[in-house]
């Protein structure tokens, strides 16, 4: 089972999920049409007293936090010079780009009039996160483009624009890491502005740094688990000896990340909740086991982290205690104060999961048709369990 | 001048005259509903014995429009905040954000906007008194500028001190708001929001926003900074494994001799 970089494009599977993602895109688009004749009203749950759902807490907070791996791994290879992760810059880098194009089409739904998107250039506040939100979506979209164009341009034989990127590569990931930086943060300054609205379980003046840090390590935790699917999909095998110093990272920027919500939970009295399991309690403990615990709990052992199986065990928990987190921070704890519960609507689920199954879709054809995964040596095997 | 409005539910007899009012005034389809929503703007409701009106407070430093992207609401030099259809894309983060939950949306339809009580901005720059001021016949709603309306608000409540609770809403909630209110039951029980800090929530995502020009500057950097280092040691790696050998060559990129 040798792979070449590019996949042998002939042989066409119709796997189970193929087929759930064909089949949902006929739904996808009568919820597409209905949503733009009546309104969000007839498509969504969301109302006055709940005008944030599902679009915001998980398509938009978490398309664009599992996005960060792109800007670490860039960040390592081309700022730290650990030029050996370089093999799994481009998939991630892919990842981070389709994430990003992920939220701006989510975006286009959640926006009431999304054809006026580009207001954001001309009417300018720049008290506003929304405003720095937007600019850093706009500017950071921009930027990965950039970094993945050269995969592109090599497929068309255009070599003097990938020589110019190759040149401008360190301005490129730096403004890279200094817009991700700002709009992973700047999703939870968001949420800064609602003291009187959000639970203290997730309210805190570090809100901005939280988002920062989890960021970073499901990032990461995404990179091990989208590796881990490519091996799937396309018969890899698992870079073992560049994912295990990555899940070490990992567990050490999650763990600090864990550390600092105790603290400030601790702190504020919060974890009384935790104690008497109210609702938000029970939700932050899902939260806290899922997205913490687990993952450092599991992959800060060697054995552990050197297992395939346990590797990705680990990630995949991270990843969801993210999205958790996020829809806990969107949803939960803004239930109490708006007085009713959200719970998202049919048609705002299956926006959601047919943009992901695009995303994928788009994924599964570049790593196809463009030079994504390195040239494997034929003298290396699959890992066994997967084969 | 900023311009208030105030409100005293002790003396609203809950006849609904300054929501038809504000109806007429801003051109709002439909009847009054019970709630306020994107087409009514202000409603009356009957809560422990009293009668309690909603409507926009107006914030001296008003949320709604320190969080829109496109600055489409902004408070006027008179005091009304207002809002610019136009500019607005319908992030509704302004519903999100207000500590007092007013603006509304067109959940209804295709092309939506917000909808707001926006203190009758016009009649306010010509000098008139709101709608729902001048409807108002029991003179439970009265407009006139923010320091009058706070001196009657005081005045009424050392008049009548067994009849109204010691505290005018809007002074300091929320950092202050352009409508001010005065009740006999406490405010919680009237349906008005309470544990508002006294700071405009503004402040709290100011104090980020306004630190990320140094932010960037500095972490861009420490970046190339880091940037510098390494890829220095690397030169330096190379350069010595060149001069000891072909055999010696270090192809890891940590800098440290194998």
């Not at chain 1, 042998?8 to 996808?28: D, E, K, M, S, Y």
């Not at chain 1, 998980?58 to 081309?78: K, M, S």
Request: proline share 6%; net charge positive; hydrophobic share 45%.
């Amino acid at each position: 089972m040798n792979s070449t970089a590019t996949l042998p494009a002939g042989r066409f599977r119709l796997g189970f999920w193929t087929t759930v993602f064909a089949l949902l895109t006929i739904p996808f688009l009568a919820i597409t049409f209905l949503r733009f004749s009546k309104g969000l009203g007839a498509v969504t749950n969301l109302s006055d007293k709940f005008p944030w759902g599902l679009w915001i807490g998980f398509d938009l907070l978490c398309g664009v936090g599992l996005a960060a791996g792109a800007f670490t791994l860039t960040a390592v290879v081309h700022l730290f010079n650990l030029k050996r992760f370089e093999p799994i810059v481009r998939p991630t880098i892919l990842t981070g780009f389709l994430g990003y194009i992920f939220v701006i089409l989510a975006l286009m739904f959640d926006l009431g009039q999304p054809w006026r998107i580009w207001h954001t250039i001309i009417y300018w506040n720049p008290h506003s996160v929304m405003f720095e939100v937007g600019w850093c979506v706009m500017l950071y979209t921009t930027v990965l483009s950039l970094e993945f164009a050269p995969v592109v341009l090599e497929r068309f034989g255009f070599h003097a624009p990938v020589r110019m990127i190759h040149r401008l590569i360190t301005p490129l990931v730096i403004a890279g890491v200094i817009l991700s930086t700002l709009h992973q943060s700047s999703l939870g300054t968001l949420y800064l502005i609602v003291p009187s609205k959000l639970h203290p379980l997730w309210y805190s003046q570090l809100l901005p740094l939280f988002f920062y840090i989890s960021a970073i390590g499901a990032g990461i935790g995404m990179v091990i688990l989208e590796s881990y699917m490519s091996k799937r999909a396309f018969g890899r095998h698992l870079e073992m000896d560049l994912l295990e110093p990555l899940a070490r990272a990992m567990v050490v920027a999650l763990g600090i990340y864990g550390l600092m919500r105790i603290q400030v939970i601790v702190r504020n009295g919060s974890y009384a909740d935790v104690l008497n399991l109210t609702y938000e309690g029970k939700m932050f403990l899902l939260e806290f086991v899922l997205g913490v615990l687990l993952p450092v709990g599991l992959l800060a052992f060697r054995k552990l982290r050197t297992s395939p199986t346990w590797l990705v065990v680990g990630a995949f928990s991270a990843v969801l205690g993210f999205v958790v987190n996020r829809l806990n921070v969107s949803v939960t704890g803004m239930e109490r104060a708006s007085g009713i519960r959200y719970v998202p609507s049919v048609m705002e689920v299956i926006v959601s999961v047919t943009l992901i199954g695009i995303g994928m879709a788009a994924f599964a054809l570049a790593v196809r048709y463009l030079k994504i995964f390195p040239e494997e040596k034929p003298a290396e095997e699959p890992e066994p369990e997967g084969s | 001048m900023t311009v208030g409005i105030l409100f005293d539910m002790t003396k609203c007899i809950g006849c609904g005259a300054c929501a038809d009012a504000c109806k007429e005034q801003n051109k709002l389809p439909g009847p009054v509903e019970e709630v306020t929503t994107a087409y009514t703007w202000t409603t009356v409701e009957a809560r422990e014995g009293q009668y309690v009106r909603h409507l926009c407070m107006h914030c001296l430093v008003p949320t709604c429009a320190s969080v829109c992207p496109v600055a489409a609401l902004h408070k006027t030099p008179e005091g009304p905040v207002v809002y610019d259809a136009d500019k607005c894309m319908g992030c509704r983060y302004c519903m999100m954000a207000c500590p007092f939950d007013v603006p509304k949306y067109q959940w209804d339809r295709a092309i939506p906007i917000i909808g707001k009580c926006i203190m009758c901005t016009s009649r306010v720059k010509q000098g008139e008194a709101t709608a729902c001021a001048t409807a108002c016949p029991a003179e439970a709603t009265v407009f006139g500028s923010r320091a009058d309306m706070l001196k009657e608000a005081k005045e009424r409540i050392r008049k009548e001190p067994d009849k109204y609770i010691d505290h005018v809403y809007g002074l300091k909630e929320a950092g202050g708001t352009g409508v001010l209110m005065i009740s006999g039951v406490p405010f919680e029980k009237m349906g008005l929001k309470a544990k508002l800090t006294d700071e405009p929530p503004a402040m709290r995502t100011w104090q980020v926003l306004s630190n990320i020009p140094d932010f960037v500057a500095v972490w861009g950097v420490f970046l190339y900074g880091v940037h510098w280092i390494t890829a220095r040691r690397d030169t330096v790696a190379h350069h010595e494994a060149a001069r000891k050998g072909p055999d010696t060559i270090d192809t890891t990129h940590t800098g440290r001799p194998s």
